[in-house]
């Protein structure tokens, strides 16, 4: 069973930066992504940033391309979120989710971490 656990949430000032990671444990972990996802009150959850474990290739969504990074440390099993230049748009619970190798659907999520911009 895989288990990912974020933090690095908080409020921040809007054009402020935030790093929030995603530690993940498990037997075997050998995801094919680990993903970002957001969801902002009254809104539907939505794809933020991934990046596949094992080759680093990386997709954005166009609402954070430019600002936000992804990045993964694989000795660690952990991928981070690099947020720059924030704005109040960004604020939501922000979830990391693993996809499985096989069937490339994202199985496993963890708890969400709050991020907050004030406006």
């Known amino acids: 069973q895989v288990q990912l656990l974020e933090s690095g949430g908080g409020l921040v000032q809007a054009g402020g930066s935030l790093r929030l990671s995603c530690a993940a444990s498990g037997r075997t972990f050998s995801p094919y992504r680990i993903g970002w996802f957001r969801q902002a009150p009254g809104k539907e959850r939505e794809f933020v940033a991934a990046i596949h474990w094992s080759g680093g290739s990386t997709i954005y969504a166009d609402s954070v391309k430019g600002r936000f990074i992804i990045s993964r440390d694989n000795a660690k099993n952990t991928v981070y979120l690099q947020m720059n230049s924030l704005k109040p748009e960004d604020t939501a619970v922000y979830y990391c989710?693993?996809?499985?190798?096989?069937?490339?659907?994202?199985?496993?999520w963890g708890q969400g971490t709050q991020v907050t911009v004030p406006s």
């Open positions: 989710a693993a996809s499985d190798p096989v069937t490339l659907r994202y199985n496993y």
